[in-house]
């Protein structure tokens, strides 16, 4: 099987047994869509009916989710460039609402800006006199 996805081009990912979170961005999207309300429970009758109900999914998941690590815009927006946009706007709007009723806000409004990179495990960096103890 190892040969045969080298051959395809795909390169393996050994998550270590019995934890789920080695990658929490998958078991994210299985969550997302075990939890729709269209989510089949009971297998497909054919394969053909499995690809219509994975294409309708990722067509929903990509534009017209809203994705929270993505401060609500769908993946479209972001890699469209309209993301920066609707942020903005949505900034505006918390903003205009803050000065009109200070009173209902104890402190900054929402954090509206994107990460320029997201990574599933980030490299940890060691302080140099940490590195000389080990």
């Given at each position: 099987?190892l040969?045969?996805?080298?051959?395809l081009?795909v390169?393996?990912?050994?998550?270590r047994p019995?934890v789920?979170n080695?990658?929490?961005?998958?078991?994210?999207?299985?969550r997302?869509?075990?939890?729709?309300?269209?989510y089949?429970?009971?297998?497909?009758?054919?394969?053909?009916?499995?690809?219509?109900?994975?294409?309708r999914?990722?067509?929903w998941?990509?534009?017209e989710?809203?994705?929270s690590?993505?401060?609500?815009?769908?993946?479209?927006q972001?890699h469209?460039?309209?993301?920066?946009?609707?942020?903005?706007h949505?900034?505006?709007?918390?903003?205009?609402a803050?000065?009109?009723?200070?009173?209902?806000?104890s402190?900054?409004?929402r954090?509206?800006?994107?990460?320029?990179?997201?990574?599933l495990?980030p490299e940890?960096?060691v302080?140099a006199?940490?590195?000389?103890?080990?």
């Open positions: 099987m040969a045969t996805l080298e051959n081009g390169v393996a990912s050994f998550s019995r789920s080695d990658n929490p961005f998958a078991e994210s999207l299985f997302t869509c075990k939890y729709r309300p269209d089949p429970r009971q297998a497909f009758g054919s394969v053909d009916e499995a690809r219509a109900w994975t294409q999914f990722v067509r998941y990509n534009h989710h809203k994705h690590g993505l401060k609500f815009v769908t993946p479209t972001r469209s460039g309209l993301a920066p946009a609707v942020l903005a949505r900034e505006a709007v918390y903003a205009e803050k000065a009109r009723t200070p009173a209902r806000w402190g900054p409004t954090d509206w800006s994107l990460a320029d990179e997201v990574w495990n940890r960096i302080p006199e940490l590195k000389q103890v080990a």
